[in-house]
């Protein structure tokens, strides 16, 4: 059983930054690649980013590439998403995922363990 923990969600002006982090334990977090979603007010979960085990390979979504950055630390067994440039569509609650496989993946089917989600609200 992996446990996932977020934090580092706030309200941020348009153009700022905030660095989300998920603290996970139970398991061995070197061999689970992670991933970052989030869901908007009446919309559905999306991906946003995912890294591999040893963190080599790393995912974004289109709508977030080149403004947000995936990083983990598998000594403090750590992932974290540092979110740059920030506009409101931006605003979701956001969820980290642990996938029992070394590989990435884009689709939330494939993730086993979600956190209980951390807000990120962006004021215009």
């Known amino acids: 059983q992996v446990q996932l923990v977020e934090s580092g969600g706030g309200l941020v002006q348009a153009g700022g930054s905030l660095r989300l982090s998920c603290a996970a334990s139970?398991?061995?977090?070197?061999?689970?690649?992670m991933g970052w979603f989030r869901q908007a007010p009446g919309k559905e979960r999306e991906f946003v980013s995912a890294?591999?085990?040893?963190?080599?390979?790393?995912y974004y979504a289109d709508s977030v590439k080149g403004r947000f950055t995936v990083s983990r630390d598998n000594i403090q067994n750590m992932v974290y998403l540092q979110m740059n440039s920030l506009k409101p569509e931006d605003t979701a609650v956001y969820y980290c995922?642990?996938?029992?496989?070394?590989?990435?993946?884009?689709?939330?089917?494939?993730?086993?363990?979600w956190g209980q989600g951390t807000q990120v609200t962006v004021s215009s």
């Open positions: 995922a642990s996938r029992n496989s070394v590989t990435v993946d884009r689709r939330m089917i494939a993730y086993d363990y």
């Open positions: 139970g398991g061995t977090f070197s061999r689970y690649a």
């Open positions: 890294v591999s085990s040893h963190g080599s390979i790393e």
